[in-house]
């Protein structure tokens, strides 16, 4: 009977201890799934973080500026310029070449284009796009005309940064298209967004943004050129099928094209698209809130967080996948900088021989056309955010095609004033007209002089 005794009462007192140790390790309170909706039109995060507040926390995470363990990434505004003079005489006579900014999460979204010198009293609204859920209603009422009006002629409208509403249906949390460009390009492509899958929409809401795209120029609307496919040579195809150019090269004067940052395209070339990976896979990756799971709306490189972003697939260590992100992006980079090179000094002898009455003119037009097509291969790896990550294979191919065309140019232009090539001369040869898509939609005054 003691024995009973004693065992109830030792049995009693290790269930408090349970119940005590549970209570101490579990002081987050876990949070509750909720049914409750967005209000109908409403765009502003905060409201819609009232409803979801852990992600809206995650959300907001991102006004954090820091490189974290990223390399070539992060979000600290550090200027591309300074850190590679070179670009600077590469975008001569364009916007770039004055102000040149790493870019920051979507928090910062508005702040940054409109604290950019890149912007100006004439710039259009095509530069509002992807900066702000209150573009797509503003685009439903206004129609095409929206993307030519002044930009600051809609500044009071545009109110919020990129948020909830760009990425999700407010009814039913589903992950939704809002991009007009994007629709556009989907349609163009015979691709219906219904029939994707929600892995696939964890790829298609980054498509919205993170894309190559190129202002019509009849109407400056944000357009992307997937008419031929999604590689950087489809891009190219439109462009030069069009007779598309961003700006004249100040240097130079060869009509230049401006990639944007065609993230998607370049990781829809590698291996992870090739695998089902989605972009939130890996820059937004389940994590543990209390009792929840849920995606991190911290969006950020997978390199801050390897155990959630990688490990999940690969069992390497964190130092191991760690390694082999940096060492291929390395190796990126240095194709990158041997590219710059080769691009300034294609510039400098196309300028050269420009000032010669007696440049032939066959060898200045294959000259100007050669640096404008290395320029874009070396302006498609640098502007896209994951040097080379992406598609390391496709990045390669892209840049040493760059640098072969690179000096190609040079030599066409050195050739171009001596005495071996014949023909009629003609030092202007290659130049277009107009001042370029790209200088019209930020507006005259805010280029730089050319």
Same mark, same amino acid.
């Given at each position: 009977?003691?024995?009973?005794?004693?065992?109830?009462?030792?049995?009693?007192?290790?269930?408090?201890?349970?119940?005590?140790?549970?209570?101490?390790?579990?002081?987050?309170?876990?949070?509750?799934?909720?049914?409750?909706?967005?209000? #109908?039109? #409403?765009?502003?995060?905060?409201?819609?973080?009232?409803?979801?507040?852990?992600? %809206?926390?995650? %959300?907001?995470?991102?006004?954090?500026?820091?490189?974290?363990?990223?390399?070539?990434?992060?979000?600290?505004?550090?200027?591309?310029?300074? #850190?590679?003079?070179?670009?600077?005489?590469?975008?001569?006579? %364009?916007?770039?070449?004055?102000?040149?900014?790493?870019?920051?999460?979507?928090?910062? !979204?508005?702040?940054?284009?409109?604290? @950019?010198?890149?912007? $100006?009293?004439?710039?259009?609204?095509?530069?509002?796009?992807?900066?702000?859920?209150?573009?797509?209603?503003?685009?439903? @009422?206004?129609?095409?005309?929206?993307?030519?009006?002044?930009?600051?002629?809609?500044?009071?409208?545009?109110?919020?940064?990129?948020?909830?509403?760009?990425?999700?249906?407010?009814?039913?949390? !589903?992950?939704?298209?809002?991009?007009?460009?994007?629709?556009? !390009?989907?349609?163009?492509?015979?691709?219906?967004?219904? *029939?994707?899958?929600?892995?696939?929409?964890?790829?298609?809401?980054?498509?919205?943004?993170?894309?190559?795209?190129?202002?019509?120029?009849?109407?400056?609307?944000?357009?992307?050129?997937?008419?031929?496919?999604?590689?950087?040579?489809?891009?190219?195809?439109?462009? *030069?099928?069009?007779?598309?150019?961003?700006?004249? +090269?100040?240097?130079?004067?060869?009509?230049?094209?401006?990639?944007?940052?065609?993230? %998607?395209?370049?990781?829809?070339?590698?291996?992870?698209?090739?695998?089902?990976?989605?972009?939130?896979?890996? +820059?937004?990756?389940?994590?543990?809130?209390?009792?929840?799971?849920?995606?991190?709306?911290?969006?950020?490189?997978?390199? *801050? +967080?390897?155990?959630?972003?990688?490990?999940?697939? +690969?069992?390497?260590?964190?130092?191991?996948?760690?390694?082999?992100?940096? $060492?291929?992006?390395?190796?990126?980079?240095?194709?990158?900088?041997?590219?710059?090179?080769?691009?300034?000094?294609?510039?400098?002898?196309?300028?050269?021989?420009?000032?010669?009455?007696?440049?032939?003119?066959?060898?200045?037009?294959?000259?100007?056309?050669?640096?404008?097509?290395?320029?874009?291969?070396?302006?498609?790896?640098?502007?896209?955010?994951?040097?080379?990550?992406?598609?390391?294979?496709?990045?390669?191919?892209?840049?040493?095609?760059?640098?072969?065309?690179?000096?190609?140019?040079?030599?066409?232009?050195?050739?171009?004033?001596?005495?071996?090539?014949?023909?009629?001369?003609?030092?202007?040869?290659?130049?277009?007209?107009?001042?370029?898509?790209?200088?019209?939609?930020?507006?005259? $005054?805010?280029?730089?002089?050319?």
């Amino acid at each position: 009977m003691k024995k009973l005794w004693q065992s109830s009462l030792l049995l009693g007192l290790m269930l408090i201890m349970i119940a005590v140790l549970a209570l101490g390790c579990n002081q987050q309170t876990p949070t509750p799934s909720t049914t409750a909706a967005i209000p #109908e039109g #409403e765009l502003d995060p905060a409201v819609w973080g009232k409803v979801y507040p852990d992600q %809206y926390a995650s %959300y907001l995470k991102q006004k954090e500026q820091t490189k974290g363990d990223s390399k070539y990434g992060g979000s600290v505004p550090e200027s591309h310029l300074k #850190e590679s003079p070179a670009q600077i005489k590469l975008f001569a006579g %364009y916007p770039f070449s004055e102000d040149y900014n790493e870019e920051r999460g979507h928090v910062w !979204a508005l702040e940054d284009v409109t604290g @950019t010198q890149r912007v $100006g009293a004439k710039t259009i609204s095509s530069c509002w796009n992807c900066k702000s859920p209150n573009v797509k209603p503003l685009v439903d @009422t206004m129609g095409d005309a929206f993307w030519s009006t002044p930009f600051l002629d809609l500044k009071d409208q545009i109110k919020h940064p990129v948020s909830c509403a760009n990425c999700h249906d407010p009814k039913t949390m !589903a992950l939704t298209i809002t991009s007009v460009p994007l629709l556009d !390009a989907l349609k163009t492509r015979g691709m219906d967004p219904a *029939n994707f899958s929600r892995q696939e929409m964890r790829t298609m809401v980054c498509a919205q943004c993170h894309v190559e795209y190129y202002f019509k120029p009849e109407n400056k609307k944000v357009t992307f050129p997937w008419n031929y496919g999604l590689k950087m040579d489809d891009a190219e195809k439109l462009y *030069n099928e069009i007779n598309f150019k961003d700006w004249d +090269h100040k240097e130079s004067q060869s009509p230049m094209l401006k990639a944007q940052h065609p993230d %998607y395209e370049l990781f829809s070339t590698g291996v992870h698209a090739a695998n089902g990976v989605a972009c939130a896979d890996c +820059h937004m990756p389940y994590v543990k809130q209390g009792q929840t799971k849920m995606s991190s709306h911290h969006l950020q490189s997978p390199l *801050n +967080h390897i155990s959630q972003s990688c490990q999940t697939c +690969h069992k390497q260590s964190e130092e191991y996948l760690k390694n082999q992100v940096i $060492g291929t992006q390395d190796t990126v980079f240095k194709a990158k900088v041997s590219l710059e090179t080769a691009l300034s000094d294609a510039i400098n002898a196309i300028t050269t021989a420009a000032k010669n009455p007696a440049a032939k003119a066959d060898m200045m037009n294959e000259s100007r056309n050669l640096h404008r097509q290395a320029q874009w291969r070396w302006d498609y790896i640098s502007a896209e955010n994951s040097m080379g990550w992406h598609s390391p294979k496709e990045a390669l191919r892209i840049l040493s095609e760059g640098l072969d065309l690179a000096r190609q140019a040079q030599l066409k232009a050195n050739l171009g004033v001596g005495s071996a090539v014949g023909g009629a001369t003609g030092p202007d040869a290659g130049k277009t007209p107009g001042a370029g898509t790209a200088v019209d939609a930020a507006g005259q $005054g805010t280029a730089p002089k050319q």
